[in-house]
């Protein structure tokens, strides 16, 4: 009558929530991690009979190499975690415009990382419900990773060559005046200060 099952998003007790129930309703879900745990809440009536659980290795993705692409989730991966890795010529940066995007629940997530690993800088995540795509991206490095759990997005990648890649902003350094003479110690010190303070 009070049995409950929770299940959680890693290796441990402390692992974030994934889901809770205690129907006998079909639940599907997909972790973040490589393990789960599943904690079963019993009582003292013995009635009902406990559970039973399937679970299975929901990987999907692809790898592209190509100077442009899109990538699709095509409604086919839901409750899926799905990895993209985008590499493009050597030199070359990526640009990446979302399409759409349809993150119905708030357990579905998409992020994009700086590199062709997942231990690689986040430089975009996001989670649901959304259906709010975010403006064209410009990665600079020519590999990036893309994993999502989701219901849906669409998006396409372009290569930018050395050639027709933008130039970052350069801040120009403010040079004291070289026939500026201060009047007493007490300014030369405010000079020195100012001096340092400006190339920090």
């Not at 006998?24 to 009902?48: A, K, M, P, W």
Request: with cysteine.
């Amino acid at each position: 009558m009070f049995d409950s099952i929770l299940v959680l998003d890693g290796s441990s007790c402390m692992s974030p929530l994934i889901a809770r129930f205690a129907s006998s309703t079909r639940h599907e879900f997909t972790s973040t991690q490589n393990t789960i745990s599943v904690l079963f809440i019993s009582d003292f009536s013995g009635e009902n009979t406990g559970f039973v659980a399937n679970f299975s290795d929901a990987r999907c993705g692809d790898v592209f190499r190509g100077d442009a692409g899109i990538i699709d989730s095509d409604n086919g991966n839901t409750y899926n975690l799905c990895f993209w890795h985008i590499q493009v010529k050597n030199g070359s940066f990526i640009n990446i415009v979302f399409e759409s995007l349809n993150l119905k629940r708030r357990i579905d997530w998409i992020r994009i990382l700086n590199g062709s690993n997942c231990n690689a800088e986040e430089i975009f995540w996001r989670h649901g419900p959304s259906r709010e795509a975010p403006e064209a991206m410009l990665i600079r490095r020519n590999d990036l990773m893309l994993i999502s759990t989701g219901e849906y997005f669409r998006i396409n990648y372009t290569a930018i060559p050395p050639k027709k890649q933008p130039k970052k902003n350069r801040r120009k350094k403010n040079r004291p005046s070289q026939s500026y003479e201060p009047k007493s110690k007490y300014h030369l010190v405010n000079v020195v200060q100012t001096d340092l303070a400006e190339i920090v």
